[in-house]
């Protein structure tokens, strides 16, 4: 099966060398055991014989419904998912950003807000360290900022004046 190494990859412990990794064309049978002795289930996966397996049910079931009946097609799609319909969060993530709000208060300072966001890419391994935890200040990244933005104008006014020379 030549999704094994890859799921195998995806579970903790393992590399990228399964101990079985075998297929039967005539039956359709396989095996697939991780390094860490860990038999994945290929059904929460797409691109392995039990995910094609049941797509093709869902095709044969779809053309043997009579012409028209889209009732029929949905509820052989419906009845039969194909995939990973729950699947495991492994790797969970936090993304913080910051953003500066646009209202001023009557002393003329900007309020802040932060948000955070987790996603999941589906491997495995510890969540990324926040970004909350950085030493530097809100007020030194906001003046950093603000030095290279006058810095990149500078360059790219500098940039077409040279072509205006350039040109003349």
């Known amino acids: 099966m030549a999704s094994c190494p890859l799921i195998c990859l995806q579970l903790p412990g393992t590399s990228g060398a399964p101990e079985a990794n075998s297929c039967s064309a005539t039956d ?17 996966y797409s691109q392995t014989i039990p995910y ?13 419904c009579p012409q028209g009946d889209a009732t029929c ?11 990973a319909q729950y699947p495991v969060r492994v790797n969970l993530s936090t993304v913080t950003t910051s953003t500066m709000a646009a209202t001023t208060t009557g002393a ?3 309020s802040t807000g ?6 999941t890419t589906g491997l495995g391994g510890s969540p990324a360290p926040s970004a909350s ?4 200040s809100s ?10 933005q006058k810095l990149g104008f500078a360059v790219v ?4 004046l040279t072509g205006f020379a350039l040109v003349l």
Do not use: D, K, W
């Open 28 to 44: 359709l049978s396989y095996s697939c055991v991780c390094s860490n002795g860990m038999q994945p289930n290929a059904s929460e």
């Open 52 to 64: 094609f397996e049941c797509t093709t049910f869902n095709t044969q079931c779809v053309e043997a």
């Open 73 to 83: 097609a949905q509820n052989c799609n419906t009845a039969h998912p194909c995939g």
């Open 108 to 110: 003329g300072s900007a």
């Open 114 to 119: 932060t948000g955070a966001a987790q996603f």
């Open 133 to 136: 935890g950085s030493s530097t």
């Open 139 to 148: 007020s030194a990244r906001t003046a950093t900022i603000a030095v290279g």
């Open 157 to 160: 006014a500098a940039g077409i």
